[in-house]
C-alpha cells in the first residue's frame, strides 16, 4: 500500500517488490528473523539502507543455515551493518518510543559510499521508515476466532503507528503529518481471515491512508 503524499497487506514476492536498496525498514514481529533477515539482503549500507526490528522475543539464536552456525543476528550484520533489535512489546508507549529514537541512531555513516556532504542529507531525509512490516501474532490461547480477531487487532495498532491513529477517523485527511512512516511509503501486515464484519476497520483505514490496497491469500 503506497502512503498517499504516505500500504501493502502480504510475502516474500511483494516484499522483494517493496524493498528498494536505501530505504528504512521497521519490521514489528521480527522474531524468529527470517523477514530482518530476508531485508537485509536487499538493502544496502552504503545506500543509507537500515532495519530496525523489535519483537517481544529475543531473535532466534538457533534459527541457522545448513552451512554455518552464526546466529541470525549476526548473520544480518553481516549483510547489513545498519540493523538494530529492540526486544519490547509494540503495543507500549516505552517501546515506540524506542523504535523512533533506534531511527535516529541505526546509520552509520562510515558505511554510506556518498561524498561527505550528502551523508547528512541522506540521514536527514530517511529518519522515517519507508517500509513497516507487521508479522506480528498474539499468543494462541486455541479458539481460530479469538486468535484471529487479537492478531487482528495487532495489525491495527501496527497501522495506527504507521500512518497515525487518525487513519481510523472517516475524516481523515493525509496531509495529517503523523505516523512513523514516509511519504509514499509502505505498509506490509499477515492476518488471518476472520470475516468482513470483523476486518472492515482495518480495510477501510488502509484505504484512508495508502493509495493502493492488495489482500493476498497465500494457496493452501
Known amino acids: 500500500n503506497e502512503k498517499k503524499g504516505k500500504g501493502n497487506n502480504s510475502n516474500k514476492l511483494k ?24 531485508a537485509s539482503t536487499q538493502l544496502k549500507s ?24 552464526t546466529d541470525i543476528s549476526s548473520r544480518i550484520r553481516s549483510n547489513l551493518p545498519n540493523f538494530e533489535f529492540i526486544e519490547g512489546d509494540f503495543t507500549t508507549t516505552q517501546t515506540k518510543m524506542q523504535i523512533m529514537d533506534a531511527f535516529f541512531h541505526v546509520f552509520d555513516a562510515t558505511n554510506i559510499d556518498s561524498p561527505k556532504n550528502e551523508v547528512n542529507e541522506v540521514i536527514e531525509n530517511d529518519r522515517q521508515p519507508s517500509l513497516v512490516l507487521s508479522d506480528m501474532a498474539a499468543n494462541f490461547v486455541g479458539d481460530s476466532d479469538t486468535d484471529a480477531i487479537r492478531t487482528l487487532n495487532l495489525c491495527e495498532q501496527a497501522l495506527a503507528f504507521a500512518a497515525g491513529n487518525n487513519c481510523f477517523d472517516p475524516s481523515y485527511s493525509t496531509k495529517d503529518k503523523e505516523g512513523i512512516l514516509a511519504d509514499g511509503g509502505a505498509f506490509l501486515c499477515k ?3 476472520c470475516g468482513k464484519e470483523n476486518e472492515a476497520d482495518l480495510m477501510e483505514a488502509t484505504r484512508r491512508a495508502f493509495r493502493t490496497v492488495h489482500v493476498i491469500k497465500p494457496k493452501a
Open 46 to 69: 552504503s545506500l543509507g539502507g537500515a532495519v530496525v526490528a523489535v519483537d517481544l522475543l529475543p531473535l532466534d539464536e538457533t534459527l541457522h543455515s545448513k552451512n554455518t552456525d
Open 15 to 38: 516484499l522483494k517488490r517493496l524493498i528498494q536498496p536505501g530505504m528504512l525498514v521497521l519490521d514489528l514481529g521480527a522474531a524468529p528473523g527470517g523477514w530482518s533477515l530476508y
Open 191 to 193: 492476518f488471518f481471515s
